[in-house]
């Protein structure tokens, strides 16, 4: 598979150079990104102990090629690929974990995993406690556009949902609500018609095959299928949506409008419970309103976003004890451990070419909060620079402080961490 990943690159490659002998119409595009990040965590941290320090440094860089290519009037291929590298001191302490506990399994992975997709597109090239270096093709689907609307099959992305920070009806490949950066979800395999008209604007059909991952066969309880239509009326959009992911049966509704110069938005799901004997379902809801407006001759936005699912724990000690809870962090169908939050966000454009940002996460039960504030600069018309902070605040046992790792007893978290990103675009 690594080889048919590089027969890929090399097409990619040789794309690129225009050569007018080719009938074949394509467009093309992609970025090349570098990171660097200073991280720091208390002196009981579990990273701390591990590697006997509190700075931690790090890197990293990333190579993304989008291609769409026109193979005919109503029909296309988009392959994306992507080359990416990371490490420094965070991953060898990391390394030196336990596999097995519970922060090792929470931290996440440095390389996407195609355990349970249809199709193994990912590849190490090479990796060592220092760094870790991985190709992958993020994007390989064909779309066919008629009448009848548009089927795309393949490796993709889909977002439902209204959320702005949580989004409970997003459920295929979600971002993290912490993640800032949020150009390409990661992408799926799956089959996904689409179409619509004047009153249902938008109905979908989505397919998602998966492999069990410890025996690499398909299994069909661990695929998603279902469907979503909104129904537009009067500047109301009104959605409405039937899943059966994994072992559970979802049902949901979405509501956007105006209010007054302002946008809100409103989801709800209802998640019917197939592999926890003590619970047969729970509720999650998420509300926001976001407004621009102009104040002292520079423009402004914001948003606030209301967050409760009904799955989850007074504490993160208490939420790793809770296997249905646990299992849909791992899959990263869920983020935090909690019931309750609250985010906001606010944009200032200072200048054209500079906006500066601060969104917050609150846990409203503990009031931890992920403070993270952030400048973009756009240097030149395909160059861009980003810096910022990722800035926990809680005490011990909140989400946001100081957790405990059950095997050890040392304290678990985020890190305080500062980060630059600079990114050229072509």
Known sequence: ???????FFSLGLLLSIPMSSFALEYDWSGHLRAQSSLGWYQADHIMSETAGQQYFLDGSADLRLNYTFFLTEHSSLELGYEAASSGGQSRKAMLKLAPGSSYARLAGASVPSDDHQLFDLTGVSSGNRDYIAYHRIDRLLLALDGDYGTIKAGRQALTWGNGQIFNPADLVNPFAPADIIRDYKIGTDMLLYQTGGERVSDFQLVYVPRRNPENGKLDGSQATFGGKVRISRNEMDVDLLLLRSYEDSIIGSGLTGFLGGAIYRTDW????????????????????????????EKNWYGFVELYYKELGADSPAEALHDQTLVSRLLRGELFVTGKYYFDAMVQYEAHPLVNCFVSAIVNLEDHSFLLQPRLVWEMTESMQVLAGFNLPVGGRGDEFGEGEDLETGFAV??????????????
């Open 1 to 7: 598979m690594n080889l048919l990943i590089g027969l």
């Open 269 to 296: 799901t209802l998640t019917f419970l197939g592999d926890d004997p003590d619970r047969d379902q729970y509720l999650s809801i998420v509300a926001n309103i976001d407004y621009s407006w102009v104040l002292q």
């Open 413 to 426: 978290g985020r890190s305080v961490q500062g980060y630059a990103l600079i990114t050229w675009f072509f």
